[in-house]
């Protein structure tokens, strides 16, 4: 197994100047992952198994009514569909949700330590 020659890797990262820099260490150390990642790369004893990642779908029921108020709503703010916005407005309500739990934990917490 033979180590790649430097002219590769820094001809590599001349071609990436969409990558944002990184300060010096950090780049060193990236730079080092590169070359054993690249020196492994056609040694199959090098990397472990692949696995296959599944992601579960989610559904949530909502009455008719509900989801026609929805639909509606959604054309109003002109999301793409109803699924889009409903998305949207759950993601804003649950940080809205752990903004106020965070909060809350802390108020207890330092009324605790008075």
Do not use: Y
């Not at 916005?85 to 649950?94: A, D, K, S, T």
């Amino acid at each position: 197994m033979s180590k790649p020659k430097r002219a590769a890797v820094t001809s590599r990262r001349k071609t990436s100047s969409h990558v944002a820099r990184t300060p010096r260490t950090s780049r060193s150390l990236q730079d080092m992952r590169d070359e054993r990642v690249i020196a492994e790369a056609d040694d199959d004893s090098a990397w472990e198994e692949a696995i296959e990642v599944k992601r579960k779908g989610t559904s949530v029921g909502l009455p008719a009514n509900l989801a026609q108020r929805v639909a509606f709503l959604a054309r109003l703010h002109r999301e793409p569909n109803a699924n889009a916005w409903l998305e949207r407005i759950v993601r804003e309500r649950v940080e809205i949700e752990e903004r106020a739990f965070g909060e809350a934990r802390r108020q207890l917490g330092a009324g605790r330590n008075s």
